[in-house]
């Protein structure tokens, strides 16, 4: 039964072996059966390893991948081949399973033969396509297999930018987001986090663009045919599949460290150099706290507008929103988040995405660790108190405290991950390790064996359980971890179950300011004015905040407090965000127009998808919302499309 139960993705082919047994009586009794217990597809694991992908690493895993493509802002597509270098795990193996996502493959060879290789590319689900390739009979575990394919236009790895839509307005552009499962839309691979390969890549795009890459760049750009150039990039440290990212555009450079430049269309450099000038100082402490930096450079690439994540860790090169562009650094700990990534993640990296959490939990404890060696314990327990409030609002009002997806190992079969995505790994995941630091006796025992955990799993991707067994044998010998009760921890929905006894001094004053306003009496004077003006930006969110999470304020304090603290005209937008949301919770018609503007001016998800699942909370604008979504659906970049459209409730 084991060999059929694979097959239960194809019904077909489970009925045809049944029916080779002979036995009709069988049969009848089978599908009887079936009828009632016959599982649904769509809730399966695509492979024993990883339930999001086809691959059988196992079996066959990827050492190296070679990229040989042209860039065509035309018919906006890629097109080229990628080489694999292969190795059989499994020697009696004959095939390859990959991952792909409306790809066209013209063909498929041996490259050291040329050999025309045969392969079956079908089994559509929510997740892409499998793509079985015929491997060469060879004596040699290594094989090099030659995959020559066009992107579609649709790809959901790649947004396509005219130049109505850049800065600069004279020239394309176009980026990659390839997590959690989009690099299979951009190349035929092995997508899954739990196989690392290096990469190396060949990339043709018009002479007047820059190509960037998630690696080093190999030497200067070389003039090629019909006004383009070519340029090639050398990945030396092995990579997971969605860390492959791919720019192109009208960008420039400013040199912002030792090891570091920031890039981004001449409009926004400037003003990128500025907030981002303290890359180093965050590399100097990260790099105390979890060891050597092994990537070469730490760049940033300052993305249009349409890019949905406030960061995303590519080695060698992280994308950043320019929403974290304040003029005053404050959103600049986006860029610590980043940087602690090249070892939470990056180096060290989780199996698959139902451990998440070993990723995001790891990199904001980390990046809060930055922080607070930067600015300060205080700072540290701030960002955490504002998040915590992110973390209720996730669990308890938009999840649900009893979802699964709010466990710290959630189960994924039949669940993208991208439907899966909040800060439940990010905060849940770090208060986990908060009360680790808590329970085997501070920041001086836990920091050592976090540095020994990086060293240790360095270049792996690992599960939750590993992470547990290497902790509980470092603390043999401190009793207090006999109390950790790690079922619940990873695997029960809801609230973490440990709060940090966290630094309140920061955040005192907002709470006040937030009562104050609650408590006025609006015939009299409002005689708080200065007290905003002296708080840092992260506690101007934290006022507002407060203010979100109790009951609607009347519209005269809104109507005051906009102008008191122009918060109209704030560059910020992490502040300006929380004062919409604000007016929005009050039914204010004011805040509708900006509403509407902030989620379609820019496409970052924490600020999108909020303010539109807002809006179409207050039902007299719900259409409204709705109808500006489907108008601006075009300008944002799949996931964030995909994640607004469910947020609305619009079928496809």
């Not at 399973?97 to 079956?120: C, F, M, N, P, W």
């Not at 539109?612 to 259409?623: A, C, I, T």
Request: hydrophobic fraction near 40%; charged fraction near 20%.
């Amino acid at each position: 039964m084991a060999d059929l139960a694979m097959d239960y993705r194809d019904p077909l082919t489970y009925f045809g072996r049944l029916l080779t047994g002979g036995s009709a009586t069988f049969l009848l009794v089978v599908i009887s059966c079936l009828l009632n217990s016959y599982p649904d597809p769509s809730t399966m694991a695509l492979s024993p390893g990883d339930p999001n992908s086809y691959s059988r690493p196992d079996q066959v895993k990827t050492t190296h991948v070679h990229l040989h493509l042209e860039i065509d802002f035309e018919k906006k597509v890629l097109t080229g081949h990628a080489l694999l270098t292969l190795e059989k795990v499994d020697p009696q193996v004959d095939v390859v399973i990959l991952d792909a996502r409306k790809l066209d493959i013209h063909s498929v060879s041996d490259e050291a033969t040329g050999q025309v290789l045969e392969y079956e590319y079908g089994s559509p689900s929510g997740f892409g396509e499998k793509l079985e390739v015929k491997l060469p009979t060879s004596t040699s575990n290594e094989v090099k297999v030659k995959l020559s394919y066009t992107t579609s236009p649709q790809s959901s790895a790649l947004q396509w930018l005219n130049p109505a839509q850049t800065a600069g307005k004279k020239h394309p552009y176009v980026f990659s987001q390839c997590e959690a499962i989009h690099a299979r839309s951009m190349l035929p691979c092995q997508d899954t986090p739990s196989v690392k390969a290096t990469y190396s890549a060949t990339i043709t795009a018009p002479a007047d663009l820059t190509v960037l890459m998630s690696a080093i760049r190999d030497g200067e750009d070389q003039p090629g045919p019909d006004n383009k150039k070519v340029a090639k990039f050398t990945q030396k440290v092995p990579i997971q599949s969605y860390l492959i990212a791919i720019a192109a555009g009208a960008v420039e450079s400013r040199k912002i460290g030792p090891r570091s430049h920031v890039w981004s269309e001449a409009e926004f450099v400037e003003k990128a150099a500025f907030d981002f000038s303290e890359t180093e100082t965050m590399l100097t402490a990260a790099e105390e706290l979890c060891g050597p930096y092994v990537w070469g450079i730490y760049d940033i690439l300052v993305l249009p507008p349409s890019f949905p994540f406030g960061g995303m860790e590519n080695p060698c090169l992280t994308f950043a929103t320019p929403t974290l562009l304040s003029g005053d650094k404050s959103n600049a700990d986006v860029i610590a988040h980043e940087i602690a990534h090249s070892w939470t993640g990056n180096l060290v990296t989780n199996f698959n995405f139902e451990h998440f959490w070993l990723n995001e939990g790891f990199t904001v404890f980390t990046e809060r660790k930055i922080i607070g060696r930067m600015h300060g314990e205080p700072s540290r327990h701030f960002s955490a108190i504002l998040r915590w409030k992110d973390l209720q609002e996730t669990v308890n009002v938009n999840l649900g405290p009893n979802n699964p997806l709010t466990a710290l190992v959630p189960r994924l079969a039949g669940v993208d991950p991208d439907d899966a995505f909040s800060v439940v790994p990010y905060e849940k995941g770090s208060t986990f390790l908060w009360y680790l630091e808590d329970t085997v006796g501070g920041a001086v025992l836990f920091e050592p064996f976090l540095k020994s955990y990086y060293k240790k799993f360095a270049y792996q991707s690992i599960h939750s359980d590993t992470f547990k067994s290497y902790f509980l044998e470092y603390f043999a010998n401190v009793e207090s971890v006999k109390t950790i009760d790690w079922d619940t921890w990873f695997n029960k929905p809801g609230m973490p179950i440990y709060k940090p006894n966290f630094d309140e001094s920061l955040a005192q004053a907002c709470w006040e300011l937030a009562k104050k306003w609650q408590t006025w009496d609006i015939s009299t004077p409002a005689p708080f004015d200065k007290e905003f003006e002296s708080f840092s930006a992260t506690q101007k969110q934290e006022f507002l905040g407060t203010l979100l999470n109790d009951s609607p304020l009347d519209h005269t304090k809104l109507e005051k407090m906009g102008a008191m603290y122009s918060l109209d005209s704030c560059s910020n937008v992490e502040i300006v965000f929380r004062w919409i949301r604000l007016g929005i919770k009050a039914r204010w018609e004011p805040s509708v127009a900006e509403a509407l503007k902030l989620a379609t001016v820019q496409g970052r998800m924490k600020f999108v998808r909020p303010l539109f699942k807002d809006l179409y909370g207050w039902e007299e604008k719900r259409q409204q919302a709705i109808d500006t979504f489907k108008a601006h659906r075009g300008e944002m970049m799949y996931v964030c499309a995909e994640m607004v459209a469910k947020d609305l409730h619009i079928t496809p």
